[in-house]
């Protein structure tokens, strides 16, 4: 039984029935037989927040298409607010909120304006969705601009009306893609904010990211896809822990990278090693003792280096053994069907 992290402390069973997403087996191959998403399985529990991590061309945007029924499978099951996807994609479509990572938001429009015509679409007029409209303008802190044209709002006012706009028929399940991209700092606390307030009020997200950060910060639990693969999953500490080593990072500058690695390849309690960004990463059981040997195995081959540091796993640690890379770069996107 696969188990979730209750928000108060310790473990639960995470029931599939009883989920706000499940997934057996999911695939989906493009013309030309390209495989972006291979049989995964996923559990999310009811009112957390789940994050799903991988570099460009992985296929955490293709599984997100297929969970929010914009793309059929091409074999493998998916449940959405505990209906199936394909079967019952309308119902699915009426439960949940989808927030992009290109926003289309009319600028001529007001956000009140934008948030009513949205209550419209999903049968709520009227008095109700002035109510509404109120309602969602106060819970992301934009109740001061609601009567100005979205031209004039900055770009993480409006993500927050984004993120307004697919709450106003209170779904179930908040499918968020990438929600702080291009971002700055401040505006991305702020919208970190508003998701923490809006899952508070018991709708579950499923949340795509490219920073590390923000899924330690947000997420109760992630997984990472690699070519179409979860690769692992756990709690952020959960991931951390399971590494069960400290980091030793030594900043080559000029250094040859094969002559380093050459140097440290029989160093005791090394377990792994690769090179990425100009660095050698060493994974080992006590990163404090491993310096001296480091140290003298390197003068040993005159081979310079521009630093040495240690630290405790991150995610961008779990992320890097777990993929062979970082999470930012310059991957290929995903096919397009």
Known sequence: MTLSTDPRGGEMPLDAAGAAISVRSLRRTFKGGIEAVRDIDLTVARGEIFGFLGPNGAGKTTTVRMLCTLLPPTSGNASVAGL???????????????????????????????LE??????GVTGRDARDRAEELLEL?????????????YSGGMKRRLDLASALVHA????????????LDPASRLTVWEEVRRINATGTSVFLTTQYLEEADQLCQRLAIIDDGRIVTEGTPAQLKAQMGH?????????????????ALAELPGLERSMTEREALVLYVEDGARSIPEI??????????VAAISVSRPTLDDVFLQATGRRLEGDEQEEPTP
Do not use: H
Not at 295 to 304: C, N
């Open 171 to 182: 779904p179930e399940v908040l499918f968020l893609d990438e929600p702080t991209t291009g």
């Open 84 to 114: 199936d996807v394909v079967e019952d994609a309308a119902e699915v479509r009426r439960r949940i909120g989808v927030a992009l990572q290109e926003i289309g938001l009319d600028p001529v429009q007001t956000g009140r304006e934008l």
């Open 117 to 122: 015509l949205q209550c419209g679409l999903y």
């Open 246 to 262: 400290d980091v030793v990072t030594i900043s080559l500058a000029a250094a040859d990278v094969p002559t380093t690695e050459a």
């Open 140 to 152: 992301v802190g934009l109740t001061e601009a609601a009567d100005r044209r979205t031209k004039t």
């Open 295 to 304: 140290v003298r195995r390197l003068d040993r081959e005159s081979i310079g």
